[in-house]
């Protein structure tokens, strides 16, 4: 896969060819994954209505999932393309959740998450986004600052990612990804056992602010 298609899969430009192409791409299999990725959230350490990140919501499989499954008190929307905040802008469902105030929108490179309080969040989800995180370090320390001591981030990495173009997807070794959540402070980090098959299947990196 050519550089150009590479950085539109990262954030599609509205109204190209090369952004309608990647859209089409990235809403194959109707989000199967990212769906089964929040299935994976640690239960136990969900509280009840919790405050929810979500880096990079696409077109919003998994953000409908976070809804529909952990009945969340606020979620923040962090996605840089402006194509996929207006998918979900102009969904009917996620209006109301905008309009309510439990659901925001927001463009920010989610390195600065300056908006979101310390110790204010419950879980982070990114499906499909850490390859793309660079440096990995300072991503990691904002996320860390923004979960409560207890919450937890929850990466999906595909293995497919493995084999598309390295100058845009940079975090495609799992142990140095888990090395550095480490280092960024979190614990019981791993990855989780692979799940579904083919192209849809995904690995969950996890961990944990310490209490």
């Known amino acids: 896969m050519g550089s150009a298609l590479a950085k539109q899969l990262r954030a599609p430009t509205p109204g190209s060819c090369m952004g309608w192409i990647a859209q089409k791409i990235m809403s194959m299999g109707n989000g199967v994954d990212s769906i089964d990725a929040v299935s994976q959230i640690d239960s136990a350490v969900v509280p009840e209505n919790p405050v929810i990140v979500e880096i990079g919501p696409g077109v919003g499989f998994s953000l409908r999932e976070i809804f529909k499954t952990l009945s969340p008190s606020r979620v923040y929307a962090n ?18 959740f905008i309009d309510s105030g ?30 793309f995180l660079d440096p990995l370090s300072i991503y990691l320390q904002e996320l860390n600052r923004i979960l409560k001591p207890g919450g ?7 293995p497919m990612a493995k084999d598309l173009e390295k ?4 975090n495609t070794d799992w142990d140095v990804c888990l090395e550095e959540m480490k280092s ?28």
């Open 79 to 96: 996605e840089i393309s402006t194509a996929f905040r207006d998918k979900i802008a102009a969904d009917k469902e996620f209006a109301s």
């Open 102 to 131: 439990v659901l925001s929108l927001h463009s920010d490179d989610a390195k600065d998450l300056s908006f979101i309080p310390d110790n204010s969040v419950d879980i982070v989800f990114a499906f499909n986004v850490i390859y």
């Open 152 to 158: 937890s981030v929850n990466f999906g990495v595909k």
């Open 167 to 170: 100058s845009v997807y940079i």
């Open 184 to 211: 960024a402070g979190f614990t019981d980090v791993e990855a989780k056992g692979e799940r579904l098959e083919g192209p849809t299947a995904y690995i969950p990196l996890v961990g944990t602010k310490p209490k």
